[in-house]
């Protein structure tokens, strides 16, 4: 197919990719696309003044070659490290195919990482370079982003020779324990038709659309969607900040065609009191992943989008597994979070052994001998045993069709009274109050019931602890109401967006350390 003066790939999958093989690195495919259109846009970004500055296809093939070449000339290849603490910026996107075109492996974390964090993760990878606009850490060459465009001036417009970069990628995820954990992806950067076939199929993604990136690049699931959309000739819209107002504002604006984000964010932009549906009517893919989205908050999102629209990915940076659902199949589904696309999935007791269809218990799963390799730098290797089978914890079941239903993670569950109880149940039921912006539920130690339920909530106004009760009996026994409440102006989360509920509950140990230990079952009267 001809477009202009140059042809466009029939014979893969990949109508970007003329060479004989169907993988390609990101140097490539990005040359390609390049040479398809170097006058498009391929990065729209919209800083905090809310000014767009357009980088063209032509212009980030360019500048990410630049860099690659200063790279190399910096011992970058193969087995190398960069981190990258910066912002979703159009510099930070170059930067990154910089690095694979180098050969080296992309590192990134978050631009506002604290010092001790930043010298764990030094430590940990040993970089040979940083790319910060803060702090820049002892013993390691450091720069900042307009040092990195300024030296990069001087170098070759052209690509160096392709190479492949394994390991490609190191996340660095504080998770939800407030350790950073660093796993290394031991692939090669790049894709294949089978694995961008396999992309389309469970994100809903497909060439050249509008993209919205609505989360951190340094965040696993928002990094996959960018990249992964830039791989497919997408038009990356890049805001400077994430709140809800804005996102709907752009998606209006710019007749945003694919979008990804976090339930929190879905919870956020459906309470804003001026709301539209009507402003989010371009999108032709809303994919949602990055914690438990209620079936509630769901059927509100059927309310705005066709169900066809909605897809919905679980998966985990140890890159256990991955499982995918589409809005139409989830209504036949309700609650499941999908059905991985290759690969078996297995529910457990606490022994190790198979339970029934329907029965809860920990999530295992398997790729079966394609799975993903990933070096555990800093944390112990998950057990696996002699099928490829391995878990981080969670809870949940499968139905008779092989779909998968989360419950919780283990961690997050709370013995009470000798009772299981599930946090993300409690929590999806008061977050059906409308009153209620966001809601985090612990096991707070107890003399009498093992461990206390208690919840914080975030609310858009006064609301009192009785009013909430009242509300949750009309989903919830008696035993798994919360017996205690503090109302907080905002849920705290960590740069990954994800709660370090032991953090919490740590800090409100240290807030009430004369009652922590009562049996008391009076709520906190924050809210009353």
């Given amino acids: ?78 087995g190398k490290s960069v981190i990258v603490a910066l912002p979703n910026i159009p510099t930070h996107i170059a930067l990154a195919f910089g690095i694979w075109k180098a050969g080296g492996c992309y590192v990134p974390i978050s631009p506002r990482v604290p010092r001790k964090n930043m010298i764990e993760i030094c430590e940990c990878v040993s970089p040979s370079l940083v790319i910060t606009n803060r702090w820049k ?9 307009s040092e990195l465009k300024t030296i990069s001036e001087d170098y070759p417009e052209h690509m160096p020779p392709d190479i492949m970069a394994v ?76 709140d809800a107002k804005a996102i709907v504002a752009l998606i209006k604006k710019y007749k945003i065609e694919y979008v990804q984000m976090v339930p929190t964010l879905m919870q956020r932009i459906i309470r804003l009191p001026d709301f539209n549906p009507e402003d989010l009517q371009s999108l032709e893919v809303f994919c949602h992943t990055g914690g438990v989205c209620s079936a509630d908050l769901k059927r509100k999102w059927f309310d705005i989008l066709p169900p066809e629209k909605i897809y919905e990915i679980y998966s985990m940076t140890e890159c256990v597994g991955m499982t995918s659902i589409r ?15 290759c690969g078996e999935i297995a529910i457990r007791d606490s022994e190790g052994h ?3 269809i329907g029965e809860t218990g920990e999530i295992f799963m398997s790729w079966g001998p394609n799975k993903p390799k990933v070096t555990y730098k800093n944390i112990t290797p998950l057990e696996s045993d002699e099928n490829g089978f391995r878990s981080v914890g969670d809870i949940g079941y499968v139905d008779n069709d092989g779909y998968l239903y989360f419950k919780d993670r283990r961690s997050d569950m709370i ?10 149940e409690i929590e999806a039921v008061l977050k059906k109050h409308k009153k209620v912006n966001d809601a985090v539920v612990v096991g707070l130690p107890d003399k009498e019931w093992g461990h206390r339920i208690h919840a914080f909530v975030e609310t858009t ?26 109302h907080i102006d905002h849920i705290p989360r960590n740069e990954s967006g994800k709660v370090v509920r032991s953090q919490m509950v740590e800090d409100y140990l240290k807030r009430h350390a004369d009652t922590c230990s009562s049996s008391s079952t009076k709520g906190e009267k924050h809210g009353e």
């Fill in 1 to 78: 197919i001809h477009k202009g003066d140059v042809i466009v790939s029939t014979k893969h999958f990949n109508i970007f990719n003329t060479g004989e093989s169907s993988f390609f690195t990101p140097g490539v495919q990005l040359a390609n696309i390049a040479r398809v259109k170097p006058d498009a846009p391929a990065i729209v970004y919209i800083n905090p003044e809310n000014k767009e500055s357009v980088m063209t296809w032509h212009s980030l093939d360019v500048l990410s070659n630049r860099i690659a070449w200063y790279l190399l000339e910096q011992g970058i290849k193969p």
């Fill in 137 to 145: 850490p002892e013993g390691c060459l450091s720069l900042s982003s």
């Fill in 167 to 242: 390991p490609n990628l190191a996340n660095c995820s504080g998770g939800t324990s407030g350790k950073t954990k660093v796993i290394e992806q031991d692939m090669a950067a790049g894709e294949s038709d089978e694995g961008l076939k396999t992309w389309f199929a469970i994100s809903g993604m497909r060439f050249e659309m509008r993209q919205l990136l609505a989360g951190p690049l340094f965040h696993g699931a928002p990094h996959s969607v960018a990249f992964n959309g830039l791989y497919c000739g997408n038009t990356l819209y890049i805001p400077s900040c994430f």
């Fill in 327 to 341: 809005g139409d199949e989830w209504l036949a589904h309700e609650g499941s979070v999908g059905r991985m696309p």
């Fill in 354 to 356: 198979n339970l029934p």
């Fill in 415 to 424: 013995v009470t009274g000798g009772e299981n109880v599930f946090a993300a």
């Fill in 461 to 486: 106004e006064l609301v009192g602890d009785k009013t909430l009760i009242k509300f949750a009996l009309n989903y919830l026994p008696p035993y798994k109401i919360p017996k205690s409440f503090e």
